[in-house]
C-alpha cells in the first residue's frame, strides 16, 4: 500500500511541478512570450508575478524591446502555474541559467510587482529600489499601473 502511495505521491507532483522548455520566437509584449516547443507547437506564456505597461502605454514599448532583449531566440525553461482569463498558460520563465525573467523585468525598472498574484516579496524590495533609483518606467513620476490604466480604458476616464 506504501509503495502505491509514493508512486502515486510522485506522479501527482511532477504533473503539479513539471517544467517544460521551448524557444522564444515571438514577444507580443512586455509581459507575454510565445514559446515554440520540442513538438514543434507554440504556446503562449503570459509571466508570472509582473504586469507590464500595456503597448499603448507609456513604456510598453520599452518593456516589449526588453523582453526581447533577454529572452528572443533563446530556449528557456518554464514552469506552468496555472492559466489566466484568456487560456494563456502562466508561467515562470528561467533563462540564461538561472535568471529569472519576471524578476529581471522588476529590477531595470520595466514592470511592476504583480502584487495581487504573488506572495514574493523579494519582486517587491526590487521594485522599491528600481523606483528609488527612477529605473525605467520609474523615470516617469507619473507613472500609471497597468491594472489602472486597463481599468481607465475601460471606463473611459484618461
Not at 502515486?8 to 510565445?34: E, P
Not at 528561467?94 to 529590477?107: A, H, M, Q
Not at 517587491?124 to 516617469?140: C, F, N, P
Request: with cysteine.
Amino acid at each position: 500500500m506504501k509503495k502505491i502511495f509514493h508512486i502515486l505521491f510522485l506522479a501527482v507532483s511532477a504533473s503539479l511541478f513539471s517544467q517544460a522548455k521551448g524557444k522564444v520566437i515571438k514577444i507580443k509584449d512586455g509581459d507575454t512570450v510565445v514559446v515554440l516547443l520540442s513538438d514543434n507547437t507554440e504556446q503562449t506564456l503570459r509571466l508570472a508575478e509582473v504586469d507590464c505597461p500595456e503597448s499603448g502605454q507609456a513604456f510598453g514599448k520599452n518593456a516589449r524591446q526588453f523582453t526581447s532583449g533577454q529572452v528572443f531566440g533563446k530556449t528557456v525553461t518554464f514552469y506552468k502555474i496555472g492559466n489566466d482569463r484568456y487560456g494563456r498558460s502562466v508561467a515562470g520563465v528561467f533563462y540564461d541559467g538561472d535568471k529569472y525573467l519576471s524578476r529581471e523585468i522588476v529590477k531595470a525598472g520595466f514592470g511592476w510587482w504583480y502584487f495581487k498574484a504573488s506572495k514574493n516579496t523579494e519582486l517587491q524590495k526590487l521594485q522599491d529600489e528600481a523606483k528609488a533609483g527612477k529605473l525605467g518606467l520609474w523615470a516617469d513620476k507619473t507613472a500609471v499601473s497597468p491594472w489602472d490604466f486597463r481599468k481607465a480604458k475601460r471606463t473611459g476616464k484618461k
